[in-house]
C-alpha cells in the first residue's frame, strides 16, 4: 500500500515479525550489556544498536517478498529492488530515542516494526522537506495541526507490529524517547536497484 506525505510517497506493508523478533530478543539478551552511547561516528542517540555490522546484511533475504512487491509497486521494469544492509535497533528505558537523519545517498530505506506496543512506544516522525519554504511563504506563521498534510511540519504514520514503512532515503526521520522500559525493537534497512548505488551511509 503506498500513500503519499508532503507529495513524496511512502509504501506501507505487513511482514509477520515473529521470525526476526526471535532473532532480536536473543541478541538483546547480550546487547543489553553494552552502553546506549556507543552508536556509530556521526550518531547522537540513546539506543543499542548493530548498526556496526549492518553492511554483513544478515536479514536481507527475509525481506525478499517486501522488496518484490516494492519492485512492482515502484513500476520498476528493468531493475528489481534490493536490500544492501540491514541492522536491529533497541529502544527501552527513559530517553531512548534517534535524532533527527537522513539515510543518503541510499535509494530508499525501511523500518519493520518488530516489537511494537502502540501504547507505549512511538512511531516514526517524519519531517517535512519543504516546511521551511511553507513557513516563509505563510510570513512564518506556526502551521496548525489541522492544516494540510502538504504544509504541515511533519507527520507520524499509524503503525502495529509487523509494519513495515519504505521512504525515500532523503526523507529525514526521528524516534521521539518514551519514558516506557517495555523493549521497542525495530529492524532498519537500506534499498537500492540492481542499477543504482551500493555506497554505504553512515560512518562506523
Not at 555490522?53 to 544478515?58: G, I, L, Q, Y
Not at 506563521?141 to 489541522?146: F, P, Q, S
Not at 494540510?148 to 525515500?168: K, L, M, N
Amino acid at each position: 500500500m503506498s500513500e503519499y506525505i508532503f507529495g513524496i510517497p511512502i509504501f506501507k506493508y505487513w511482514k509477520d515479525p515473529t521470525e526476526i523478533r526471535q532473532i532480536a530478543e536473543k541478541k538483546f539478551e547480550t546487547f543489553s550489556e553494552y552502553p546506549i552511547n556507543g552508536t556509530p561516528t556521526g550518531w547522537s542517540c540513546n539506543l543499542r544498536t548493530e548498526f556496526h555490522s549492518s553492511d554483513e546484511n544478515r536479514y536481507g533475504e527475509i525481506y525478499r517478498d517486501v522488496m518484490e512487491r516494492l519492485t512492482s509497486d515502484l513500476d520498476l521494469l528493468e531493475e528489481r529492488c534490493y536490500i544492501d544492509e540491514s541492522w536491529l535497533n533497541f529502544y527501552q528505558g527513559k530517553d531512548h530515542g534517534q535524532e533527527e537523519h537522513d539515510h543518503l545517498p541510499g535509494f530508499f530505506s525501511g523500518i519493520h516494526y518488530v516489537k511494537f506496543n502502540p501504547e507505549v512506544h512511538s512511531s516514526t516522525d517524519f519531517m517535512n522537506p519543504q516546511h521551511q519554504l511553507y513557513m516563509f511563504m505563510n510570513n512564518g506563521r506556526v502551521m496548525g495541526d489541522n492544516c494540510a498534510r502538504s504544509v504541515s511540519g511533519s507527520y507520524t504514520p499509524d503503525v502495529s507490529e509487523g509494519d513495515v514503512i519504505i521512504f525515500p532515503s532523503f526523507l529525514r526521520h526521528l524516534v521521539k524517547p518514551t519514558d516506557s522500559d517495555e523493549l521497542r525493537i525495530t529492524l532498519a534497512f537500506n534499498i537500492n536497484t540492481t542499477k543504482g548505488s551500493n555506497r554505504r551511509v553512515f560512518g562506523r
